[in-house]
């Protein structure tokens, strides 16, 4: 048995999130469908994380294993374009498997990660098109202060206080390297962030947070206290979660 990446993303409105979940369904189940479908034996599939329900990723990783004898061209090797042209025709039109490469067996599609990058978007006049995909806001929001406050994530190692209540985690400690807003159009913005890893909500709950520092309503210092204090309540709301995106991982 050798071990595969799985590269794909995914449209995560009709998904209870990205792990197998008891009482809906989940991305991680259909992916697992496909596989064991193609490859005719049960398959189990690693990701790189979990998403929430609602949330999107224009790249997910995942590992699985399986014989790869029967993938091989005559010249030994791997036939990818064939394994990921007949995944697709399996998978659900909101799915799609762009990759599927050998790793050596060390690798782990979740622990070897280096950093994951996500972006939250938001849009501040109704447009239709945005919907699924971005937070509408229409209050007025001071963007130049919410990037100061998102800088400070930068110079803190514990975000406890981003963290959802009752999460199992050992540990709330992360390495931000990057956080910023940044305008795309004159009534849409991303924030955009990277670290070596999230906590559960962690990023809608930073989101909201900084949201409540462009409307005024929470100072610089007052921003420094909420993480400092490690306590979710003293946090913002968390944001909706159909509009944010997993945008990358690296290895």
């Known amino acids: 048995m050798s071990r595969y990446f799985v590269t794909l993303s995914y449209d995560g409105t009709r998904y209870h999130g990205w792990q197998i979940q008891p009482n809906g369904v989940s991305v991680q189940e259909k ?19 979990r998403t929430d329900a609602g949330v999107h990723a224009r790249m997910m990783v995942a590992h699985f294993e399986m014989d790869d004898v029967r993938w091989q061209k005559e010249d030994g090797s791997f036939c990818d ?27 782990h599609a979740r622990f070897s990660a280096r950093s994951r990058m996500y972006r939250y978007y938001i849009h501040t006049v109704k447009d239709p098109f945005q ?5 509408e806001i229409h209050y007025p929001l001071d963007f130049g202060k919410m990037n100061e406050a998102a800088t400070l994530l930068m110079t803190y190692e514990d975000f406890g206080a981003f963290c959802k209540s009752g999460a199992d985690v050992k540990t709330t400690l992360c390495q931000v390297t990057k956080a910023e807003w940044v305008q ?7 924030f955009e962030i990277r670290a070596n890893r999230f906590l559960r909500n962690m990023v ?8 409540e520092v462009g409307r005024g309503r929470l100072s610089l210092d007052d921003f420094k206290k909420v993480i400092e ?21 690296v290895y």
């Open 31 to 49: 992916l697992q469908e496909a596989l064991s479908t193609l490859l005719r034996e049960l398959v189990s599939v690693t990701g790189a994380g």
């Open 81 to 107: 374009k064939d394994l990921v042209y007949k995944l697709n025709r399996l998978l659900p039109y909101d799915i799609a498997v762009s990759k599927v490469e050998p790793v050596s067996d060390e690798m």
């Open 131 to 135: 919907k699924s995909y971005s937070c």
């Open 184 to 190: 795309t159009s004159p009534t849409s913005w991303y």
């Open 204 to 211: 809608r709950a930073v989101v909201g947070t900084l949201i």
């Open 229 to 249: 204090g490690k306590q979710r309540s003293d946090a913002g709301e968390s944001m909706p979660g159909n509009a944010l995106f997993l945008e990358d991982i």
